[in-house]
């Protein structure tokens, strides 16, 4: 089946425009995450939505991040007033709440997002 | 916060050869920890997990170790393959967090012919 979408795949913007960045999870998953990745190192939680509502939002960096996920399934990123500390690959995770697999998150393959 | 920390950065081993990269977290109440493999321009793929209730798990030629007394876990991969060469990922998250992942900083495994 389908696994975990993300467009763009890559994202140049110039410093101080606004971007959103969007995430199709797999069918049927309710939770979703939003990470975030810098060159070289692990990457760090965002925010996690269970259905619509975004049941925790402690990773994001700053008020100018802000996610949505109006209708429980696709969720868009949004980042206002873009820096060139906001260039990372962001990532996008769902996982199901049915059976045993209840915690394993299942990633997409990022978008590249770069701020000249 | 849930605190990480992998070890080694890097990993060279010859093909047939094991190898073993090790993760301490801070967060005793974290319960569940995952290994993802990480490919060039790819998103994280899982390939192990553990949970706080077992000691060990096994899948062909990946296992993976738990203490909880000690806040450690570690990978071990046998009989390595040139095609087992990627970036790993540990990670610790606890339930009620909604298994919001910690990530180490990874592992760059190379094995070499």
């Known amino acids: 089946g389908a696994g975990v979408s993300q467009t763009p795949s890559n994202k140049v913007t110039e410093k101080g425009k606004y971007v959103e960045l969007r995430c199709d999870p797999i069918?049927?998953?309710?939770?979703l995450y939003w990470y975030r990745q810098s060159l070289g190192q692990g990457p760090e939680f965002l925010i996690y939505?269970?259905?619509?509502?975004?049941?925790?939002d402690s990773g994001l960096p700053n008020d100018r991040f802000f996610a949505v996920r109006p209708e429980g399934s696709v969720s868009t990123l949004k980042i206002q007033r873009t820096e060139r500390g906001d260039s990372a690959v962001y990532l996008c995770?769902?996982?199901?709440?049915?059976?045993?697999?209840?915690?394993?998150?299942?990633f997409g393959p990022g978008t590249r997002l770069t701020v000249l | 916060g849930e605190n990480v920390e992998q070890h080694p950065s890097t990993l060279s081993v010859q093909e047939g050869d094991s190898a073993v990269i090790k993760c301490t977290y801070s967060d005793s109440a974290s319960n569940y920890f995952p290994w993802y493999k990480q490919e060039l321009g790819k998103g994280p793929q899982l390939i192990i997990d553990i949970r706080s209730n077992v000691g060990e798990k096994k899948d062909q030629r990946i296992a993976v170790t738990l203490n909880k007394t000690a806040k450690h876990f570690s990978l071990h991969i046998t009989e390595t393959q040139p095609e087992d060469s990627a970036v790993y990922f540990c990670a610790a998250s606890y339930s009620n967090s909604g298994y919001a992942l910690n990530f180490g900083k990874g592992t760059s495994l190379l094995v070499t012919p």
């Open positions: 069918s049927g998953h309710t939770a």
């Open positions: 995770a769902s996982s199901s709440p049915e059976g045993g697999g209840t915690d394993t998150q299942y």
């Open positions: 939505f269970q259905g619509t509502g975004a049941a925790d």
